[in-house]
T-cell receptor, first 113, second 109 residues
Framework: NAGVTQTPKFQVLKTGQSMTLQCAQD?????MYWYRQDPGMGLRLIYY???????DKGEVPNGYNVSRLNKREFSLRLESAAPSQTSVYFC????????????FGPGTRLTVL | EDQVTQSPEALRLQEGESSSLNCSYT??????LFWYRQDPGKGPEFLFT???AGEEKEKERLKATLTKKESFLHITAPKPEDSATYLC??????????FGAGTTVTVRA
């Protein structure tokens, strides 16, 4: 099992460009999440999907959109990148919307110039 | 709003020198408190889940404890391979995780 995979690992964008971060899990988990991690701050939830076909906003959703393509895949889109979106992005999944731990991917380091 | 504060921000230890990390939290209806380990350039790796005050869990040199307001991660006789950032997170009634900023532990041989 690969667990949670993310692509790309690194990306540099210019202000105003768009891109999609891809995430896939092979653990048959129902719930998937997108976080961003910035220096000196904890991981902050951008969007989550409790189950296939549903998505909800997290703590910092502005400037992002998501798509739960199927049970395995959950993508994060930046329509018009801004320097404030420079961050490390992590995707995670969990078995149930409850007590189970979340498993994280290796992250995407994004720089917006 | 759920809040998590971790202290200290950084901890430098000599190999074999035991110490503790603190995680203070406020949450509406604690469903679980999670500890993760994060190595540089990698995603967080799950360590423990604690559900109620008084609960303790151990894994190798790590032991996590929980009270109604805080959790401690005790590192006993640490080794250089225990060097990492340790993250604490709480899950409240809305099922979302709120993370602390982490404690970076460096263990010198």
């Amino acid at each position: 099992n690969a667990g949670v995979t993310q692509t790309p690992k690194f990306q540099v964008l210019k202000t105003g460009q768009s891109m999609t971060l891809q995430c896939a899990q092979d653990m048959n988990h129902n719930s998937m999440y997108w976080y961003r991690q910035d220096p000196g701050m904890g991981l902050r939830l951008i969007y989550y999907s409790a189950s296939e076909g549903t998505t909800d906003k997290g703590e910092v959703p502005n400037g992002y959109n998501v798509s739960r393509l199927n049970k395995r895949e959950f993508s994060l889109r930046l329509e018009s990148a801004a320097p404030s979106q420079t961050s490390v992005y992590f995707c995670a999944s969990s078995g149930e919307r409850g007590y189970n731990e979340q498993f994280f991917g290796p992250g995407t380091r994004l720089t917006v110039l | 709003e759920d809040q998590v504060t971790q202290s200290p921000e950084a901890l430098r230890l000599q190999e074999g020198e035991s110490s503790s990390l603190n995680c203070s939290y406020t949450v509406s209806g604690l469903r679980g408190l999670f500890w993760y380990r994060q190595d540089p350039g990698k995603g967080p790796e799950f360590l423990f889940t604690l559900y109620s005050a008084g609960e303790e869990k151990e894994k190798e040199r790590l032991k996590a404890t929980l009270t109604k307001k805080e959790s401690f991660l005790h590192i006993t006789a640490p080794k250089p391979e225990d060097s990492a950032t340790y993250l604490c997170a709480v899950q409240g009634n809305d099922y979302k995780l709120s993370f602390g900023a982490g404690t970076t532990v460096t263990v010198r041989a």
